[in-house]
């Protein structure tokens, strides 16, 4: 188990992942910085860095430190505009601690601790931000596998609380996905015994209860939900293949599909398409989801091949993709850590 768990964090590290998050304009300005949060080196992990690029300039300051270097937390921008960072990989292991960003002083704040798992949830967990401001944290496998009761925060009143999560719904390398009706859809991931999945369920925060709904047609992890707006989502993956799900009717239906690489940095564009670019192949390919005619298109293609990259939608309309690693330089040792994690799905 050890094993398995640190070679996913070595991944981590390998990949430097980051979060990424679209600031909201502060006192009327017009340009909307894209913040990051963690480490683009290993040397910044230790100080636990964090970067703004002012869209106008298109350059990278330095901002505020974080009080504790993470590797893989989540970053949720708040309805206040303010960044809400929690969890991750810590130099102790992985720690329950949160912090909130603002932007308007540069300087992190330390926030309460989360409530289930002292030694807080790892990686692969959720984070969304729900209508009503609160945040809705779910699933992780900071004790690999085992589980932890959904927690809600709320930034307000700085406060946590639990919400009894059925045991077939625990899982990690999951999607948790608000929908235009409130409820969060959750997709896939790893359950307890890093078993790939491929039910769904919907949590109400009306009634704080949680329902199961159609599954999808694959198992996936690590995948990515992106709401259209028709209200539908979208799931796609390196697999070659995707879904729709219907929040209507609870169903998903198998549509086109991205390429095998580019089916993981998914962004909904202004008008309605989707741009899908860059995975775990030779990564430069990008391509573009047409909402009324349910196909895919090749678009322009990226000029460097990046693995585990985010996109970020600018204000201008813009794309920002940034982060990642060339494939095409790990090591074969590094590419067998990965595959440690492909083993369930007999690939």
């Not at 504790?68 to 921008?77: F, G, H, T, Y």
């Amino acid at each position: 188990m050890h094993f398995m768990k640190k070679s996913r964090l070595v991944l981590s590290i390998l990949s430097s992942l980051a979060a990424f998050a679209l600031l909201m304009p502060q006192s009327g300005r017009a340009d909307c910085p894209t913040f990051t949060v963690g480490p683009s080196n290993l040397s910044d992990a230790v100080v636990g860095m964090s970067y703004l690029q002012p869209v106008t300039s298109r350059t990278w300051t330095t901002t505020g430190s974080l009080n504790d270097a993470r590797w893989v937390p989540n970053a949720n921008v708040l309805n206040d505009g303010r960044v809400f960072v929690c969890s991750g990989f810590f130099a102790s292991w992985d720690e329950a601690k949160c912090e909130i960003y603002n932007p308007t002083t540069g300087q992190w704040t330390e926030t309460q601790q989360m409530v289930e798992g002292d030694t807080g949830r790892g990686g692969y967990f959720s984070a969304t931000v729900l209508q009503n401001g609160k945040v809705l944290v779910f699933g992780g496998d900071g004790s690999f596998g085992t589980g932890f009761a959904t927690e809600i925060y709320d930034p307000q009143s700085d406060t946590w609380e639990t919400n009894a999560t059925p045991a077939a719904a625990v899982r990690f390398a999951h999607t948790a996905t608000l929908l235009h009706s409130g409820k969060v859809l959750v997709t896939g991931g790893l359950d307890s015994t890093d078993v790939w999945v491929k039910n769904a369920w919907l949590f109400d925060p009306a009634t704080a209860a949680w329902t199961q709904t159609g599954s999808m047609h694959s198992a996936r992890a690590s995948h990515r939900a992106t709401v259209l707006l028709n209200g539908k989502v979208l799931i796609t993956d390196d697999t070659g293949t995707a879904e729709l799900y219907d929040p209507a009717t609870g169903i998903f239906s198998v549509t086109d599909a991205p390429a095998e690489s580019s089916g993981k940095c998914v962004t909904l564009l202004p008008n309605g398409n989707v741009l899908a670019c860059t995975g775990a192949n030779d990564g430069t390919d990008a391509e573009i989801y047409d909402l009324a005619t349910k196909t895919w298109r090749p678009t322009g293609s990226l000029h460097y091949s990046r693995w585990n990259a985010t996109a970020t939608l600018l204000r201008s309309g813009e794309v920002m993709v940034g982060g990642g690693t060339d494939e095409l330089k790990i090591s074969r040792s590094q590419r067998v850590r990965f595959m440690i994690r492909r083993l369930n799905r007999g690939l």
